[in-house]
Nanobody, 115 residues
Framework: QVQLVESGGGLVQAGGSLRLSCSASNRIFSSNTMGWYRQAPGKQRELVALISSGGTTTYADSVKGRFTISRDDAKNTGYLQMNSLKPEDTAVYYC?????????WGQGTQVTVSS
């Protein structure tokens, strides 16, 4: 069974930075796509960033140039470095792994950006 646990969320002022981590229960990220999604109050969950098993990255237009997705296969951990944060980045951030056509999700971590 795949388990994903996010950490690193919190309260930060606009313009600040946070790094989210996603720890996996087994070695899944090196051979599968992982991603970060977010959901703000009253809104649908949306894609933030993806990284394929080959290292190809994809970003939502709203975070391009500010966020960086990466992973450390030796640690079974994925990351989302978030810089130049804006109040509109406030949301619950979820880590996800796509394994054999099934998405597995973490429990989410809250990110709040104050103006």
């Amino acid at each position: 069974q795949v388990q994903l646990v996010e950490s690193g969320g919190g309260l930060v002022q606009a313009g600040g930075s946070l790094r989210l981590s996603c720890s996996a229960s087994n070695r899944i990220f090196s051979s599968n796509t992982m991603g970060w999604y977010r959901q703000a109050p009253g809104k649908q969950r949306e894609l933030v960033a993806l990284i394929s098993s080959g290292g190809t990255t994809t970003y939502a237009d709203s975070v391009k140039g500010r966020f960086t997705i990466s992973r450390d296969d030796a640690k079974n951990t994925g990351y989302l470095q978030m810089n130049s944060l804006k109040p509109e980045d406030t949301a619950v951030y979820y880590c996800a792994g796509l394994i054999r056509l099934t998405w597995y999700w973490g429990q989410g971590t809250q990110v709040t950006v104050s103006s």
